[in-house]
């Protein structure tokens, strides 16, 4: 990998996205498209160049990701991880605010599996008694 490129894998749930960034103007393409039309809810807009807004590098890289799998909501916070984790590549001085912000944690939450014998995760069918 040369110095100028700096890629990394950003999860949450089911989602995953591997981020590439590269010196350029500030082009943010996911899945090959613009991420304003990808991701149409404004609060997962923002959370995908939240990283970006901290470290002060809004139009420094171009970004390249490719997510797959989950929803739009887990898609968007593993590529805000993914940013997060290759602005540490860039410099090292992105952790403390990065780290203050949260940004740097993988959100652990994902769905409780469905149990044997049971309808659902916790539901239970209706008791009967006689």
Same mark, same amino acid.
């Given at each position: &990998?040369?110095?100028?490129?700096?890629? /990394? @894998?950003?999860?949450?749930?089911?989602?995953? !996205?591997? =981020?590439?960034? @590269?010196?350029?103007?500030?082009?943010?393409?996911? %899945?090959?498209? $613009?991420?304003?039309?990808?991701?149409? =809810?404004?609060?997962?807009?923002? /959370?995908?160049?939240?990283?970006?807004?901290?470290?002060?590098? &809004? %139009?420094?890289?171009?970004?390249? =990701? %490719? /997510?797959?799998?989950?929803?739009?909501?887990?898609?968007?916070? $593993?590529?805000?991880?993914?940013?997060?984790?290759?602005?540490?590549? =860039?410099? $090292?001085? %992105?952790?403390?605010?990065?780290? $203050?912000?949260?940004?740097?944690?993988?959100?652990?939450? &994902?769905?409780?599996?469905?149990?044997?014998?049971?309808?659902? !995760?916790?539901?239970?069918?209706?008791?009967?008694?006689?």
């Amino acid at each position: &990998m040369s110095a100028s490129n700096f890629s /990394a @894998t950003g999860r949450r749930k089911t989602a995953s !996205a591997q =981020v590439r960034l @590269t010196p350029g103007t500030g082009k943010i393409l996911v %899945n090959g498209r $613009a991420y304003e039309d990808y991701f149409q =809810v404004s609060a997962q807009q923002s /959370a995908v160049i939240k990283p970006l807004e901290i470290t002060k590098t &809004m %139009n420094v890289f171009d970004i390249s =990701v %490719n /997510a797959k799998g989950g929803g739009p909501a887990g898609q968007a916070g $593993a590529v805000s991880l993914g940013i997060a984790r290759a602005l540490l590549q =860039v410099s $090292a001085e %992105n952790r403390a605010p990065l780290k $203050a912000e949260g940004l740097l944690t993988r959100d652990p939450r &994902m769905k409780e599996r469905k149990k044997p014998g049971q309808p659902g !995760a916790r539901k239970r069918f209706q008791f009967s008694k006689r």
